[in-house]
C-alpha cells in the first residue's frame, strides 16, 4: 500500500514537474541555470521515497567557473541523489533517444540538455566536438556518466572517454561527484529507506594534457571514485 501511494504521488510530482519546467523553460529560454531550478525541484522527492541525502562540496569547486562534471550511474534513483548537487549553469549529456520519453524526456530536452549519438562512434565523436564549441561559446558545465548506463548492482562499469575528451579540448577541469552504494536500497514499501551521501570532490585540471593522456586519466578518475564511494558506504555504517 505504500508502495502504491508513493508512485502515485511521484507520477503528480512528474506531471507538475513537467509542466512547470516546459513554461518555465519558455520564458528563461537563455538562462544557463534550468537544469539547475529542475534539480531543486526534484532533490526533496528523495522524501517521498523515504531517503535522506547528505551532500559535501569542496570548496575548492567555487573557484571554478566551467568544469565537466562525472557521476557514477547506479539507478533510477541517482534523479533524486545527484539533484541535490547540481550546481548552477550545468547541463547534462545523455542519449538522443531520451528526448522521446514522456514527460521526463520532454523536460530534458526542453531544458537545454545536450543529446548525442552513442550508438553511432563517429556522430558521437563529432557531437563531443558540438558539445566543446557551445561550452565555449556558452559557458556552460556539462554533467556527464562516464559509465554510459546505470551499473544496476554489477559494480562499476568501464568508464567511457567522451567525458575526458571533452575536458580536455575544452581546457577545463573534471570534477568527480560520487554518491554512496544505493542498490536495492530504496524499498517502496518501507517507511524509512535510510541515507545516502553525495560528494561533489576537488577539481582535476587538465592543462597541458592531450588525447595521449586520456588513458591514465581515466585510470586515476577510477581510482579516486571508487576509493570515495568505500569511504561514504563505510561512513554511513556508522550512523
Known amino acids: 500500500m505504500i508502495a502504491f501511494f508513493r508512485l502515485v504521488i511521484l507520477f503528480f510530482l512528474i506531471v507538475v514537474v513537467t509542466t512547470g519546467g516546459l513554461i518555465m523553460s519558455l520564458f528563461l529560454a537563455r538562462s544557463k541555470d534550468r537544469v539547475y531550478y529542475i534539480a531543486k525541484a ?6 517521498l521515497f523515504g531517503l535522506t541525502v547528505y551532500k559535501h562540496v569542496s570548496y575548492k569547486v567555487y573557484d571554478v567557473p566551467q568544469a565537466v562534471y562525472i557521476g557514477n550511474h547506479q539507478n533510477n534513483f541517482d534523479l533524486f541523489t545527484f539533484s541535490h548537487v547540481v550546481p548552477h549553469g550545468t547541463v547534462t549529456v ?7 520519453l514522456p514527460f521526463f524526456g520532454w523536460l530534458y530536452w526542453a531544458t537545454g540538455n545536450f543529446l548525442i549519438h552513442r550508438n553511432d562512434r563517429d556522430k558521437a ?7 566543446v564549441e557551445r561550452m565555449r561559446e556558452t559557458g556552460l558545465s556539462i554533467w556527464m556518466f562516464p559509465e554510459g548506463t546505470r551499473s544496476r548492482g554489477r559494480g562499476w562499469l568501464p568508464f567511457k572517454r567522451g567525458a575526458f575528451h571533452a575536458a580536455i579540448q575544452a581546457g577545463v577541469p573534471i570534477i568527480p561527484v560520487v554518491c554512496s552504494s544505493t542498490h536495492n536500497q530504496v524499498k517502496l514499501n518501507c517507511l524509512n529507506n535510510g541515507y545516502a551521501k553525495v560528494e561533489v570532490m576537488d577539481p582535476i585540471f587538465t592543462e597541458g594534457l592531450t588525447e595521449k593522456d586520456i588513458p591514465e586519466l581515466v585510470r586515476h578518475c577510477e581510482e579516486l571514485m571508487k576509493a570515495k564511494q568505500e569511504a561514504l558506504d563505510e561512513e554511513l555504517a556508522l550512523l
Not at 526534484?42 to 522524501?47: C, I, Q
Not at 565523436?125 to 558539445?131: E, K, N, V
Request: a positive charge; proline letters at 5%.
Open 94 to 100: 545523455g542519449k538522443s533517444t531520451l528526448k522521446w
Open 125 to 131: 565523436i563529432a557531437t563531443i566536438a558540438q558539445i
Open 42 to 47: 526534484f532533490a526533496p522527492v528523495s522524501k
